[in-house]
């Protein structure tokens, strides 16, 4: 069974920056692609970014390109380095997990075969 914790979330204001972490464990992740979804209060859970089991490609929804980076520094760790922060960005933040051999880019939660609990990220205008 795989574990997922995210941490790094927070309060910041409009413009300001946060990096949000996701430690794995319980087994190694390193044929797996990783994902970042959110959730703000009211609506749906949605795709942020996604990376590849091997960090050699990233996708990233159209309301964050040039501001949030994915990346991972090995199977157990990913990160979601999120700049110019906007009010908008306020949700909760998940990481996820979904074995490589998935279509790319993975956006729909449903092929996701792990998930963290989540961590709050709270823009202020």
């Known amino acids: 069974q795989v574990q997922l914790v995210e941490s790094g979330g927070g309060l910041v204001q409009a413009g300001g920056s946060l990096r949000l972490s996701c430690a794995a464990s319980g087994r190694t992740l390193g044929s797996y692609h990783m994902g970042w979804f959110r959730q703000a209060p009211g609506k749906e859970r949605e795709f942020v970014a996604t990376?590849?089991?091997?960090?050699?490609?990233t996708y990233y929804t159209d309301s964050v390109k040039g501001r949030f980076t994915i990346s991972r520094d090995n199977a157990e760790n990913t990160y979601l380095q999120m700049n110019s922060l906007k009010p908008e960005d306020t949700a909760v933040y998940f990481c996820?997990?979904?074995?490589?051999?998935?279509?790319?880019?993975?956006?729909?939660?449903?092929?996701?075969?792990?998930w963290g609990q989540g961590t709050q990220v709270t823009v202020s205008s």
């Open positions: 990376i590849t089991w091997n960090g050699g490609n």
């Open positions: 996820a997990a979904v074995r490589y051999g998935r279509r790319w880019p993975p956006v729909s939660r449903d092929i996701y075969d792990y």
